[in-house]
């Protein structure tokens, strides 16, 4: 099942425009993450957030944390039409002793328009 | 330092034939996981192995879906018989050490059963 959905689905923006998605889990976790995937290719991580941030910059990236809302957006500013891509988040599960597994997001498709 | 390997990039089958991904993982990394990703949605959580043991199958199709890492390094995945709803794209990934963190993906392997 999945843990995290995303909203929106789909985002259409400019050029230099800033675009927000969001993610909504169910359970704790220790981290949360976002990856990004270009059409027909792997997922590509992007940042990690642990539980105890609420917010964490990489780049033209802004991340931020809930989690008494279990919920995370991630921001891209100044966006470029090479950020057309689809973004994911994971969570982590809890398995056994040391390890953990990763649940991914229904994800968003964001295209940015030249 | 070399990538996920994944093969083949692309295979189409029959339904009710058999199909074969190989995954090569970045040396040194304890974990591997096989998703499915179905066209549209987020990546499904397979398998996922610690060394050579498997930590976590319960999303496995067990009576039509097997995979093994011999040796704690290549890892394959097979489909026997595929039907239709198989069709989707295998990604493999692998992380270093335990608990959490970055996972890295190979390019994915694109199977479609008609």
């Known amino acids: 099942s999945q843990q995290g959905e995303e909203d929106p689905q789909a985002l259409s923006i400019q050029e230099g425009e800033n675009a927000t998605m969001n993610c909504s889990y169910k359970?704790?976790?220790?981290?949360l993450q976002w990856y990004r995937q270009n059409s027909g290719r792997g997922l590509v991580h992007l940042i990690l957030i642990r539980s105890n941030e609420r917010e964490k910059h990489s780049g033209r990236l802004r991340v931020t944390l809930d989690t008494s809302k279990k919920s995370s957006s991630l921001l891209i500013t100044a966006s470029r039409a090479a950020d057309t891509a689809s973004y994911f988040c994971?969570?982590?599960?809890?398995?056994?002793?040391?390890?953990?597994?990763?649940?991914f997001g229904t994800g968003t498709r964001l295209k940015v328009l030249a | 330092e070399a990538g996920v390997a994944q093969s083949p990039r692309y295979k189409i089958i029959e339904k009710r034939q058999s199909v074969a991904f190989w995954c090569n993982p970045i040396s040194g990394h304890a974990t591997l996981y096989w998703y499915q990703q179905i066209l549209g949605q987020g990546p499904k959580l397979l398998i996922q192995?610690?060394?050579?043991?498997?930590?976590?199958d319960s999303q496995l199709p067990k009576d039509r879906f097997s995979a093994e890492r011999l040796k704690g390094v290549d890892s394959t995945l097979k489909i026997q018989p595929a039907k239709l709803e198989d069709s989707a794209v295998y990604l493999c990934?692998?992380?270093?050490?335990?608990?959490?963190?970055?996972?890295?993906f190979g390019e994915g392997s694109r199977l479609t059963v008609l």
């Open positions: 192995f610690q060394n050579n043991g498997v930590v976590d």
């Open positions: 994971a969570t982590d599960a809890y398995l056994v002793v040391g390890t953990y597994k990763y649940i």
């Open positions: 990934a692998s992380r270093q050490g335990l608990n959490t963190g970055e996972l890295f």
């Open positions: 359970t704790s976790i220790n981290n």
